[in-house]
């Protein structure tokens, strides 16, 4: 049912902020929306906490199972910031100063102001790339398909833009929604008998409550507009039969 | 410096529409933050696809790993609901009508309205243990230390209640926070000193952006709350002799 595309990626969110419950991440859905739009799939996301060894061990099997990892979190001066540490370790190569990263600081700040927490965001695996941050001046970095972005999600979602042209993405991923005033049961059976016929369409059926009624939204998606187009006809056909309505969500 | 408490659960997230970004998944905090007041500390949280082969491998492993796993999402009656049967198979027992289960959705719709897809709901691995749902009937389940919750935020958080009395866990998590007006450099070094005194507290160090000013909120977290009370002072300390402000957060 679900569809393999050529390109993929795994999310991997680290921070005891996220698995305590105290923070909400929301970095998820933007990159995995970002992502789609460049025609990359979120295969998996994982939360782990701010610790190195359960960063090596997952980022180095992420890393072979996906063309792209992206990370969030623990790039800051602070001591539970360890990913790009815990990084260099699961590549195997040198946690060092970065000298362009330095450069960028020291101009960023104003004199003075470069202080010791400050250039502790600097030390990078060695020859890592940087990923430019327009909002608060200290870059992530990438090693090889591993790229390191911070846990803050606005800033974050403004570094995304500067890895389009590193990123190569397949086809992007087409979505199409059909929001109803019914429940899920009443169209379960005509769903599957549409999923059965279109085998490469991802057919999703997600509930809804928006202003105090039920409703259910099919979500089609696939690389090809002219699948979706004939999935879209065969749901429209058996909307019309059962007399549901279609409604704005 | 992350802490081991005796009792520990993995989230499992089921769902394609987490992965597209097109829904924000909210119930990871939710559950953290049920189980934190239970004594429950979150290892890890993977978000997978609705593909039963992924469920099935992820499960098994969650599972030998973690006291407690707690799956949301896929449950529903639709064909992409498929937790249900693939947790019959990761256990390796029969995935069959639940009498108990049936008599219940019987019982709650109106005559006549308890049709083919909602039965479909109703099925489930042999003696699964129901959680039952005081928001709209369907009720979840249980097999051994797996416990398998809907997806719809609302309808997770009503159920969650009933589990109390089947999760035994270790100490509450304590936890305290203290919001400052200042830049993680500004506390990094005297931070790294608290932590490196207190190796039983967890320190985590959050910035943040509120009402145009940036802040960072420091928050502890211990079984005890001597030792959170004892962190709490050095803290103190330090951030008077910087003449640094605290702020409601």
């Known amino acids: 049912m679900s569809k393999n595309t050529k390109v993929n990626a795994a999310i991997l969110i680290i921070g005891n902020e996220i698995l305590s419950g105290r923070t909400q991440d929301t970095n998820t859905s933007t990159i995995a929306i970002w992502l789609n739009s460049i025609g990359v799939k979120v295969n998996e996301v994982r939360v782990i906490p701010d610790d190195e060894k359960k960063i090596i061990v ?25 990913t790009a540490q815990s990084v260099s370790k699961a590549f195997g190569i040198k946690y060092e100063l970065h000298e362009e990263a330095f450069k960028i600081l020291e101009a960023y700040y104003q004199p003075g102001e470069f202080n010791e927490g400050r250039q502790r965001m ?17 870059p992530g970095f990438s090693v090889e398909n591993v790229f390191c972005l911070p846990g803050v999600p606005s800033i974050m979602k403004s570094m995304l833009g500067g890895l ?19 429940v899920e049961s009443e169209i379960a059976n005509s769903l599957t008998k549409v999923q059965n016929q279109n085998k490469d369409v991802e057919i999703g059926s997600y509930p809804f409550f928006h202003a105090g009624k039920l409703g259910v939204s099919i979500v089609l998606r696939s690389e090809k507009q002219s699948e979706i187009d004939n999935c879209n006809s065969q749901i429209l056909e058996f909307i019309k039969e059962k007399k549901i309505e279609i409604v704005d969500r």
């Open 164 to 182: 389009k042209n590193k990123i190569v993405g397949g086809e992007p991923i087409l979505s199409h929604t059909i929001s109803l005033r019914t």
């Open 58 to 82: 997952t980022l180095n099997l992420l890393r072979k199972e996906n063309n792209y990892v992206f990370t969030t979190g623990g790039i800051g001066p602070t001591h539970d910031d360890i």
């Open 122 to 138: 600097v030390w990078m695996p060695e020859n890592a790339e940087l990923i430019l941050n327009p909002t608060s001046g200290a």
